[in-house]
């Protein structure tokens, strides 16, 4: 039986190990939002999959609809992960949340807009202070593209204030 194959852009959220050799990996993609796919034999050093399935990357993949799961037959980078580790760890938190506070798939093109608007700026932008401010800004609009907050507050300490109630209010 023949599968359709979706080509979809993403970022992988976060990877774990399935198996001897395959990974499952939590993708947040434009068509779908957040997927779960497996990528068989990727840790295996002849996998064709291999350098296209990093950690926070940005990419197009080929997956199919399986019964129980999706699986990843085709991959290509994009954009790479940010290498500082500064940068890293902003995305992390980033990934965290919404690996927490979304739950099945439904495509949300402003939470889309959000996290690949992030992405993109952490990769892009050298100063710091400025990276601390983008960071919050996305999660409020991350916070309310999930619709846990209604507005955006004036202040930076209003912000976090808000972000951290919406959170609390969530139970997640």
Sequence with gaps: ???????????????????????????????????????????????????????????????????????IVDAEKILSAPESSNDLKMFAEMASLILRMVKGEEPNEALWKSLFSFFCYILEEKDVEKKKNIQIESTALVMRALGYMEDMPASQRETVSAINKAIAESML
């Design 1 to 71: 039986m023949a599968h359709q194959i979706y080509q979809v852009e993403g970022i992988i959220l976060k990877k774990a190990g399935l198996g001897e050799a395959d990974n499952l990996c939590y993708i947040y993609t434009r068509q779908f939002g957040m997927i779960m796919a497996s990528a068989k034999s990727i840790r295996l050093e002849k996998s064709k999959l291999r350098n296209h399935l990093d950690l926070f990357s940005f990419g197009r993949f080929g997956i199919i609809n399986t019964k129980e799961t999706w699986r």
